[in-house]
């Protein structure tokens, strides 16, 4: 038996089939929305939208239950993922889905009560040229969620968010990835120095990293650099950059040119670009 069918079966027993009114439960789902101390403390969270939900489900996460506004006519989305649950269904009163939806405009069909995946970083498992993003003290979830989707489409290995910051399960954060957030190892780790020890032991193998920081004056442009090999992008928070510890730790610091008026770059748009050039050097390097 799979270990996400026995938690499943673990939670059936305590699960209402209908929740119509606002209870200890409902409280306890309704904090998961705002309270980063209850979602890390209970391990789970609320995944909310079409496509987070599918991306949760088809990448393994481990659904603790789904919620349904109970409509008589589903979308085919919702029958499909209804006739054949991932986890116990509790049919949920519309007012409180809206609620739990965060939404305006009336209920959503379903959300997901879900676990929080592990922090652990031997989830990394790198390739030969792996690409692996760090984003230091990140204040706003919603860069998290843009920069992890950056991250999916480009080809990046894990999202690794350093230091105090923004929480990656943040709803703001799932929504604004849509969905990429589930698609590749996304890690919360106290500080660079538990990062540094991973590069040092992946070096030990034999794997030639180089840790690249972005910073607008970084003094070298970043496409000059050789960004053939294992590289792990160090990006910073979105006011001050990256932190001293990270800013001596990287083996080269570059700079993205930019014009017009604007003094500088959102963290997730130059994170972007970044992993694009790193794409694009890769394209076009010569076989062999």
């Not at 699960?15 to 980063?36: D, G, K």
């Not at 083996?251 to 790193?278: F, K, M, R, T």
Request: proline letters at 7%.
């Amino acid at each position: 038996m799979s270990r996400r069918r026995s938690a499943g079966h673990e939670h059936r027993s305590s699960l209402p089939v209908r929740l119509e009114r606002r209870n200890a439960l409902f409280q306890q789902w309704q904090s998961l929305l705002t309270n980063r101390t209850k979602r890390t403390r209970g391990g789970e969270m609320i995944v909310q939208g079409v496509r987070p939900i599918t991306q949760a489900i088809a990448q393994g996460v481990q659904i603790r239950a789904l919620l349904s506004d109970g409509r008589a006519q589903p979308s085919r989305w919702a029958r499909d993922l209804l006739e054949s649950p991932a986890a116990p269904v509790v049919e949920v009163a519309p007012e409180l889905m809206a609620e739990l939806g965060e939404r305006e405009d009336g209920a959503p069909e379903l959300l997901a009560l879900a676990a929080v995946p592990s922090d652990a970083l031997d989830r990394l498992t790198p390739t030969d040229s792996a690409v692996v993003v760090v984003f230091d003290r990140p204040s706003g979830p919603g860069n998290i969620g843009s920069l992890a989707r950056s991250a999916d489409a480009l080809g990046a290995e894990g999202l690794l968010i350093t230091g105090h910051s923004a929480d990656a399960w943040d709803p703001a954060a799932i929504r604004a990835s849509t969905g990429s957030i589930f698609a590749l190892p996304v890690l919360r780790v106290p500080s660079h120095r538990e990062v540094l020890e991973w590069i040092a032991a992946r070096r030990a193998l034999g794997e030639p990293w180089t840790v690249l920081g972005l910073d607008e004056a970084g003094g070298h442009e970043l496409s000059a650099e050789d960004l053939s090999g294992p590289t792990l992008v160090v990006i910073g928070n979105e006011t001050v950059g990256m932190s001293a510890g990270w800013r001596e730790a990287c083996d080269v610091i570059a700079e993205i040119p930019i014009g017009g008026s604007a003094s500088s770059l959102n963290a997730a748009v130059a994170g972007s670009i970044a992993l694009y050039e790193i794409q694009r050097q890769r394209r076009t390097a010569p076989p062999g």
